[in-house]
């Protein structure tokens, strides 16, 4: 044996470090930045599909189409910016309950799309009423007989805005089990 064995002083090796980084396999309780920024980017995306046109024609003699933001698209402009605000918050604070409410943004403009998407005629309705002064059971039956006539159908910004409230959807939930199971 070694002369070094009775000495006073104990070689002990330091804890194993794990793969979460922390000695004795603890998990590490860092934020997950991935999905606050993820679901700060699906805002920005949903923030510009709610700009873009959400009702177009396949006629040939129609030309255009009605904007997200001449109807409901105002109403998905807004949730999507409030989704970006809270997914910032949450990366800045750490707050899993942030991630949660910024979710629940995402539903909430994935349900207002959706309405949207089954009804196209909806926002020329809508565009009829804002612009041209008429009342809304007129707005609504012009509306009926221009879906018949262009054939409108669902334009390029509502599965813009679609993907975007999508991803607040996803990656807040992610965001709120990540920093749940950090515990």
């Known amino acids: 044996m070694s002369e070094y064995s009775h000495s006073s002083y104990a070689q002990t090796a330091p804890p194993p470090m794990h793969s979460a980084g922390t000695p004795g396999g603890g998990t590490a309780a ?11 980017v699906g805002a920005v995306i949903a923030l510009a599909g709610s700009c873009v046109n959400w009702v177009v024609s396949t006629s040939d ?11 409901d698209g105002i109403i998905t402009l807004i949730i999507a910016l409030v989704g970006a605000v809270l997914m910032l918050a949450a990366l800045a604070t750490k707050k899993g309950v942030l991630y949660l409410i910024g979710a629940a943004t995402g539903l909430a403009t994935a349900i207002v799309l959706a309405i949207n998407m089954a009804s196209p005629e909806r926002l020329l309705a809508q565009k009829l009423q804002d612009e041209e002064g008429v009342s809304a ?25 679609l993907i975007g409230a999508l991803m607040i959807l996803v990656f807040g939930v992610l965001g709120f089990l990540k920093t749940r199971s950090g515990r």
């Open 137 to 161: 059971k007129v707005a609504e039956k012009a509306a009926e007989q221009a879906a018949k006539l262009y054939d409108l159908t669902p334009g390029p910004g509502i599965y813009i805005a």
């Open 61 to 71: 003699s129609a030309d255009g189409g009605v904007k997200g933001i001449d109807g």
């Open 30 to 40: 860092a934020p997950p930045k991935k999905f606050a920024v993820l679901g700060a």
